[in-house]
């Protein structure tokens, strides 16, 4: 089985507030697009999980997609076991959510190498334990988000071209939003108010701070269209409505830039021959 887990971009990033648990409230509006890691999974019938990537991953107890997989086990003790390989292209720790699109992978993998024994609503509450934006990819559909970023709400935008440069540094989500203060908070909006605020992102200000060449990149795409950074790990992105547009400014990027054209997604191809 092989299953393709789709990248994300943040619209816009609000945080509204610190929960007493120490979490952070946020608004955000999530596209995903079409730069995607490529996961297999071949069943395995001495009930094991075998995991393995090309990007020398972590395999021990922090590795998302082996603790998606013993979750599912925990719930499902009967199902088979799996091997898993990933062919990883999302940039790591780039706020582009590759981590927790990897989990929502395989997550709908044992699903249906097992039967298909939960829904989609079942798949996302077991993925919500591995990782706030889990959900979303579960779901597998762009939307604006509330809460920690669990509750979705689904989105139409319009179809759209992404110039992609990955963050040069890999960055800390728990630490970012650490170093968030009470002054960086932002009032809540509504969802209809989104276009008003696209490209506003609460750590701009401070990935300027802390890595400079994110600023660099961010200014130096702002001369070709409107762009903004995206989550909390500095990758910044352009938007286009036409591909050539974004083909054409990709090629003036520097080539170290690692920088990659991405198109919009309505539907994430995870969400393939699953049961509502």
């Given at each position: 089985?092989?299953?393709?887990?789709?990248?994300?971009?943040?619209?816009?990033?609000?945080?509204?507030?610190?929960?007493?648990?120490?979490?952070?409230?946020?608004?955000?509006?999530?596209q995903l697009i079409d730069y995607?890691?490529?996961?297999?999974?071949?069943?395995?019938?001495?009930?094991?999980?075998?995991?393995?990537?090309?990007?020398?991953?972590?395999?021990?107890?922090?590795?998302?997609?082996?603790?998606?997989?013993?979750?599912?086990?925990?719930?499902?003790?009967?199902?088979?076991?799996?091997?898993?390989?990933?062919?990883?292209?999302?940039?790591?720790?780039?706020?582009?959510?590759?981590?927790?699109?990897?989990?929502?992978?395989?997550?709908?993998?044992?699903?249906?190498?097992?039967?298909?024994?939960?829904?989609?609503?079942?798949?996302?509450?077991?993925?919500?334990?591995?990782?706030?934006?889990?959900?979303?990819?579960?779901?597998?559909?762009?939307?604006?988000?509330?809460?920690?970023?669990?509750?979705?709400?689904?989105?139409?935008?319009?179809?759209?071209?992404?110039?992609?440069?990955?963050?040069?540094?890999?960055?800390?989500?728990?630490?970012?939003?650490?170093?968030?203060?009470?002054?960086?908070?932002?009032?809540?909006?509504?969802?209809?108010?989104?276009?008003?605020?696209?490209?506003?992102?609460?750590?701009?200000?401070?990935?300027?701070?802390?890595?400079?060449?994110?600023?660099?990149?961010?200014?130096?795409?702002?001369?070709?269209?409107?762009?903004?950074?995206?989550?909390?790990?500095?990758?910044?992105?352009?938007?286009?409505?036409?591909?050539?547009?974004?083909?054409?400014?990709?090629?003036?990027?520097?080539?170290?830039?690692?920088?990659?054209?991405?198109?919009?997604?309505?539907?994430?191809?995870?969400?393939?021959?699953?049961?509502?």
């Amino acid at each position: 089985m092989r299953l393709y887990a789709p990248a994300k971009l943040n619209l816009f990033l609000h945080v509204t507030g610190r929960r007493e648990d120490g979490y952070h409230e946020l608004q955000t509006l999530f596209q995903l697009i079409d730069y995607m890691d490529c996961l297999t999974i071949d069943a395995r019938e001495d009930g094991r999980f075998e995991y393995a990537d090309d990007a020398g991953g972590d395999f021990g107890e922090s590795n998302l997609c082996l603790r998606a997989a013993e979750l599912a086990r925990k719930r499902h003790p009967e199902g088979c076991g799996a091997s898993m390989f990933l062919n990883k292209q999302i940039a790591v720790g780039a706020g582009l959510g590759g981590g927790s699109s990897d989990a929502a992978a395989v997550l709908h993998g044992l699903n249906r190498l097992w039967g298909q024994p939960w829904n989609i609503e079942e798949l996302a509450a077991m993925g919500l334990e591995l990782g706030a934006d889990v959900p979303l990819f579960v779901h597998g559909r762009t939307a604006w988000a509330e809460g920690v970023g669990e509750k979705l709400t689904p989105a139409d935008r319009p179809e759209g071209f992404a110039l992609v440069l990955p963050t040069p540094s890999e960055v800390s989500t728990a630490e970012a939003y650490r170093s968030l203060q009470l002054t960086q908070w932002s009032a809540p909006i509504k969802m209809g108010e989104v276009d008003a605020y696209w490209g506003s992102n609460v750590f701009e200000e401070l990935l300027r701070s802390r890595l400079p060449e994110v600023g660099i990149r961010l200014d130096w795409l702002r001369r070709y269209a409107p762009a903004a950074m995206t989550g909390s790990g500095g990758s910044v992105f352009a938007w286009f409505d036409d591909r050539g547009e974004a083909e054409s400014v990709l090629a003036l990027c520097p080539l170290e830039w690692n920088g990659r054209v991405a198109a919009s997604l309505a539907r994430s191809p995870l969400l393939a021959q699953e049961r509502a």
